[in-house]
């Protein structure tokens, strides 16, 4: 059981160039989040999926895509690299519960755009 | 002002002493998270609570609704418990979550 992977850990882009960031979890959570973290500044909030098929704009959407197509897999798509992208993104999961949800993180993506 | 506030923004503390963070939060929550970010970036969550206490080792998190505030309390501080502590809530069952902007916490040997 790994959790949450999300791959690469680092990434140097340079202005304009494109990238997709990887994220898996195994462990058939319906919720699906991507958040960046700015330097001493909280989570926000990039992209949000329900299930398959569903994916929904956070705080800060602009210069980024998503995709839903199975359970496990939601990828983040940085389309024209800008230097104000560069940051720690974090792919996390939950399952919701009436008591509300634990919910799982991965590792991070450091990405430095140049 | 942010829907959710920490405090304080900076903590250090001795090995062995008692810590406390606070967090306070101005909507109406179903849960509230407390979660770890150590130097390197994983972050675990360490607590989810909508009511009362809860209890695990030397960390304990208490959530007053009416007041919409919550405390997370270190017992016998040491090295390692040094990390960023993120509060978080929810404002429905599994919807996504709104975080505070940390409490850097570094406990001194």
């Known amino acids: ?114 | 002002k942010n829907e959710v506030e920490q405090s304080p923004q900076n903590l250090t503390a001795q090995e062995g002493e008692f810590i406390t963070i606070n967090c306070s939060y101005s909507v109406g929550i179903s849960a509230l998270h407390w979660l770890q970010q150590h130097p390197g970036g994983g972050i675990v969550s360490l607590f989810m609570l909508s009511s009362g206490k809860k209890k695990h080792g030397r960390l304990i998190a208490t959530i007053n609704i009416q007041e919409k505030h919550s405390s997370l309390h270190i017992t016998a501080s040491h090295p390692r418990d040094s990390a960023v502590y993120i509060c978080a809530v929810s404002r429905t069952s599994g919807s996504r979550l709104t975080f505070g902007e940390g409490t850097q916490l570094t406990v001194n040997p």
């Open chain 1, 1 to 114: 059981n790994a959790g949450v992977t999300q791959t690469p850990k680092f990434r140097i882009l340079k202005i304009g160039q494109s990238m997709t960031l990887q994220c898996t979890q195994d462990m058939n959570h319906n919720y699906m989040y991507w958040y960046r973290q700015d330097p001493g500044m909280g989570l926000k909030l990039i992209y949000y999926s329900v299930g398959a098929g569903i994916t929904d704009k956070g705080e800060v959407p602009n210069g980024y895509n998503v995709s839903r197509s199975t359970t496990e897999d939601f990828p983040l798509r940085l389309e024209l690299a800008a230097p104000s992208q560069t940051s720690v993104y974090f792919c996390a999961s939950s399952y919701p519960r009436t008591d509300g949800n634990t919910i799982y993180f991965g590792e991070g993506s450091w990405l430095t755009v140049v």
